[in-house]
């Protein structure tokens, strides 16, 4: 299963890719307290989640895609997948985030974070 967002922003795209397109960039995503980047791994710290490691699988500045998969997490998750796309549009851009999840239970935990992280691209981009 996935979960998968499309969100519009009144924001450019060039504006949304400056936070998006920085894997080390992490302020946009509630909770996280250190972010670290070496080569293509990404390690974060989340009060209350742990300890999570995600790999770069595709970073393009060009297309203003990014894709990466946590390899490592405490509790259930077996596999993750995700997959952002920023497209610009007369009204702004929209962003197509997708995440593919096993076990299918947590798919709610994962939309949760996603739309918390909407919410913080939104207030990051109106300031």
Not at 40 to 56: F, N, Q, Y
Not at 61 to 72: D, L, P, R, T, V
Not at 103 to 116: D, K, L, V
Request: proline fraction near 6%.
């Amino acid at each position: 299963m996935a979960v998968k967002i499309d969100h519009q922003f009144s924001a450019t795209a060039e504006r949304l890719w400056e936070v998006l397109g920085k894997p080390d960039r992490v302020d946009w995503v509630p909770g996280v307290q250190r972010c670290v980047l070496e080569g293509d791994v990404r390690s974060l710290t989340l009060p209350g989640a742990g300890d999570i490691k995600e790999r770069i699988l595709f970073h393009s500045n060009e297309k203003k895609i990014i894709e990466y998969s946590c390899f490592e997490a405490p509790g259930a998750l077996q596999t993750h997948h995700a997959r952002m796309e920023v497209v610009p549009n007369p009204q702004g851009c929209q962003l197509l985030w997708q995440a593919e999840v096993t076990p299918a239970h947590i798919e709610a935990f994962i939309r949760n974070s996603m739309e918390g992280c909407l919410v913080r691209l939104e207030q990051l981009l109106d300031s």
